[in-house]
């Protein structure tokens, strides 16, 4: 139900984004921040997900706050002429890599006591 | 919250990532340019484009005031016998001045520049292996020695008032750049055009000589678009 929910969000956004107008180029980069903000929160999101402390209240504030709030933050530095989306991207980006790595690790864990719980199973049969 | 409810946001919040996306991606790829991260590059490339959208504007502006002012005159020649008469002249002379859109039968040449490894091309000469301005100034002068009525390079109208300027690495007419490689379109009599073009010794002949691609065509329906800047003058006056 959720993956299907997801498969034809993902579907309609690519639909309706092909064929809609687009942005004029200033705005690409603000736009850009929140793109990787929302990204970011969504492996969040899996992350807490497979921590089974998910929250869809904390998800959803977390993906449109981050989102804003790192427009907000570009745009004053642009005002400012510090470049701030560069510090917004090396947070977004490393924590990114920070929960695909414990995604990865939950998974591949997964995977490896699957294979033995198997082979365990073979020996079984084996031994009958 | 129950399950559906679930469900609908995260369908939502999907859609509004992939949507962004999607726009981020077609715009980047409009931009047609190498990533250059800092925004001052960009405020730079948007200003261009401001202006360009704002000339874009200002030409349909001149379009739709043309077009009022046409029927303005229609309507005052309506009812007259002289003011028609006049009204055809003006027309007459719009023509000959290059503001009005012409169709008609004519020649296309299309050029360009030569390929780098054409070892058939007689010069070692590296310039004359480009189309510079001058070249398209001698096809237009014996295109107009042929007769031709209408002129069109690169959808330039050639009117009185035009030059064909070098600029650097660029040609300019009416003060556009066009580049290689050059379409030019003329109206008039096909025989004596193609003839006096494509005859031996030729300007054209002595560019393809050199290796620059040269393609001379017959067409009957050919159509120039008019001048799209505005002629004044300020000092010449007619003598009575």
Not at chain 2, 40 to 46: A, H, K, P, Q, Y
Not at chain 2, 161 to 181: A, D, L, Q, Y
Request: charged share 25%; hydrophobic share 40%.
């Amino acid at each position: 139900m959720i993956f299907v929910a997801i498969i034809i969000g993902c579907l309609i956004g690519a639909l309706i984004g092909i064929n809609s107008p687009i942005i004029p180029y200033t705005y690409s980069g603000y736009l850009a921040i929140a793109i990787i903000a929302a990204l970011d929160s969504v492996f969040g999101g899996i992350y807490a997900t497979i921590n089974k402390n998910f929250d869809l209240k904390i998800f959803v504030s977390g993906f449109f706050g981050n989102a804003i709030l790192s427009i907000l933050l570009t745009y004053l530095g642009q005002k400012l002429n510090v470049d701030i989306y560069l510090a917004a991207i090396v947070v977004f980006v490393g924590r990114m890599f920070n929960n695909l790595a414990i995604i990865r690790r939950h998974y591949l864990n997964k995977f490896i006591e699957y294979r033995e719980e198997k082979k365990k199973k073979d020996m079984d049969k084996k031994e009958v | 919250m129950n399950k559906k409810q679930i469900c609908i946001t995260l369908g939502i919040m999907c859609f509004i990532l992939t949507f962004a996306i999607c726009i981020q991606i077609r715009t980047i790829n409009t931009a047609n340019s190498t990533a250059s991260q800092t925004l001052t590059d960009n405020g730079l490339r948007d200003e261009v484009l401001k202006w360009k959208e704002k000339y874009d504007n200002a030409y349909e502006e001149l379009k739709k005031s043309e077009k009022t002012l046409e029927e303005v005159r229609q309507k005052a020649t309506k009812n007259d016998d002289s003011s028609s008469k006049k009204e055809e002249e003006l027309k007459i002379n719009n023509t000959l001045l290059g503001l009005t859109n012409v169709k008609g039968s004519g020649i296309i040449i299309k050029l360009q520049d030569a390929n780098e490894n054409d070892s058939l091309a007689t010069s070692d000469n590296i310039s004359k292996k480009l189309i510079h301005n001058g070249d398209l100034l001698a096809v237009v002068n014996e295109l107009k020695n042929a007769g031709a009525e209408a002129i069109e390079i690169n959808n330039q109208r050639i009117t009185n008032t035009s030059s064909i300027t070098c600029e650097g690495n660029v040609t300019k007419i009416n003060g556009e750049k066009i580049g290689s490689p050059f379409e030019i379109k003329a109206i008039g009599s096909q025989g004596l055009l193609y003839g006096q073009l494509t005859r031996p010794g030729s300007y054209l002949s002595l560019m393809s000589d050199d290796g620059i691609i040269v393609e001379v065509s017959k067409s009957d329906d050919i159509s120039i678009e008019k001048y799209k800047g505005v002629v004044n003058f300020e000092y010449i006056k007619a003598i009575k």
